[in-house]
């Protein structure tokens, strides 16, 4: 916009500067430091550095800056250096976790996208085929060769239909019917592969969190890695604001609650006291097979893991040492609970 570029270029050339320094300053910042682990060891070999510079993200930043550079040294059409600035905007995939997701998922079921691209492929160069076939006598400009039929096969295959070359034999005519309802079926294919692997992603990492959240309740703490993943696949995490109720004092119980993170009060006679991370509560009413004997409100935001009732007597099934922890911490409890009836 030359009118920007009149009023304003001096600023944003000075800004496109200030960028460039900054991001050639980050980009020998990473090579330097691309030997360190995430532990703070070195390995002190260049080829740390190598590693870094070839892959994704050390390509991304050296693009971020090559464009200025090139155009000191090299004499290029400055409207093709201006597109190549767009590639900082590539940037922004080391820090935004939705475009990490994306492409982790592109890369988990790239054999999948891979055969339907070979499959696409092969459509086209049939479909190019076979209206050539069809077409080349009645239509020899549009349909003069196979290569030149792809066009059509194209824009008839995505389903777009520009209508600049049409068949007009019925032969042609049929098999452009044909070939469109295929393109539709051929669309669906990549949709669906992404959809697969963005649920099975998310899946993943929402494992992975419960996992985390189970391993550092203390009651699981001596388990092995598989005891906890078992568990974890029984928990379900959930989150809940403050001065939030969980439960009520004379419900029907159905689950039991570990406390990830947070503070809950238990509402109990004649001193309620608090629960911390760590903690558990509604062991009580799935044991005793009772009603709820306490409410339960949240003190602060709670990261929660909440037990069904038939997997809280799978789990006391399956881990006797829990069991024994779980009846032990019952027991301390109701006597509590009658002592302090007892002394209101």
């Known amino acids: 916009m030359d009118d920007l570029e009149k009023a304003y270029g001096h600023y944003f050339n000075a800004f496109e500067m200030f960028s460039v320094a900054v991001f050639t300053i980050e980009y020998a910042a990473r090579i330097w430091v691309a030997t360190e682990n995430p532990r703070g060891r070195v390995h002190g070999t260049i080829r740390d550095r190598i590693r870094y510079l070839t892959s994704f993200h050390g390509i991304v930043d050296l693009l971020a800056i090559l464009p200025f550079y090139l155009s000191a040294v090299i004499a290029i ?7 190549l600035r767009l590639f900082r905007l590539l ?3 080391r ?9 982790q998922v592109l890369h988990s079921q790239r054999h999948s996208l891979g ?3 070979i499959l696409m492929l092969v459509l086209l160069v049939f479909a190019a085929t076979m209206i050539y076939l069809f077409e080349n006598e009645a239509q020899p400009k549009a349909f003069g060769s196979i290569p030149s039929s792809m066009w059509w096969t194209i824009v008839t295959i995505t389903t777009l239909g520009y209508g600049d070359v049409v068949p007009v034999t019925p032969m042609g005519k049929t098999f452009g019917g044909f070939l469109a309802v295929m393109g539709v079926l051929m669309l669906a294919l990549p949709t ?10 998310i899946r993943k990492r929402s494992f992975v969190v419960t996992w985390r959240l189970v391993a550092h309740v203390p009651l699981f703490t001596h388990l092995d890695a598989v005891a906890i993943s078992d568990i974890a696949a029984l928990l379900k995490p959930k989150l809940v604001p403050p001065e939030y109720t969980i439960v009520s004092r004379g419900e029907q119980a159905d689950s039991m609650y570990f406390i990830a993170s947070g503070e809950v009060e238990v509402d109990v006679r004649p001193t309620p006291h608090q629960l911390k991370a760590g903690d558990f ?3 009580i009413a799935l044991l005793k ?9 949240t003190v602060t935001e709670c990261q929660l893991l909440i037990l069904d009732a038939k997997d809280f007597r799978r789990l006391l099934r399956d ?5 024994e922890a779980v009846t032990k911490v019952m027991t301390e409890r109701l006597a509590q609970m009658e002592h302090g009836r007892a002394t209101a």
């Open 289 to 297: 097979e009772c009603e709820r004997t306490a409410t339960v409100t």
């Open 319 to 323: 881990h006797p040492p829990i069991a």
């Open 115 to 117: 055969a339907t691209v």
């Open 77 to 83: 059409d400055p409207r093709v250096l201006r597109a």
């Open 91 to 93: 940037k922004l995939t």
């Open 192 to 201: 669906g592969i992404l959809a697969n692997g963005f649920a099975e992603e």
């Open 281 to 283: 509560f509604g062991e």
């Open 95 to 103: 820090y935004s976790s939705a475009l990490a997701v994306f492409g």
